[in-house]
């Protein structure tokens, strides 16, 4: 990845990553009589940081009901303290560095827009003007 404002390359390697099942979860959950399911609900973490320990992150996904889930994003130190949460949206395709990538979540935190794909990762980070703060190298 880039930061496009320092022109500095930043490699990332994976801390952790946990797979949890919590028991009876609330969405799981009667309203009146409380937790009757036998359900789990799943919740996986990738915990991220680059090699001068400045670029941290998480990337958090977890099951709710009905079949949906939950995408979060957390960025601290060098990123700043940032949050992002996906809502809805979903695109075909984005094109980073003159590369197209198919299948995009895209995660907000107004004013940034954050753009993820599940076969490379964090594709972009985007400011309220669609200028590129960050971006995947190829």
Known sequence: ???IETNEIISFSVNSKTVDYIADGPNESSFIFGSSSDDFIEVGRISFIDNSN?????????SVRDNGFEFTAYFYDCFGDDFYYFQNEFIDTTSVEGVD????????NYPKTLYYSKEKGI???LDVDENTLFGLIK
Do not use: A, D, T
């Open 54 to 62: 400045c670029y941290k992150g998480e990337i958090i996904v977890k």
């Open 1 to 3: 990845m880039k930061n």
């Open 123 to 125: 594709l972009k980070i």
């Open 101 to 108: 990538y198919s299948n995009v979540y895209i995660l907000r």
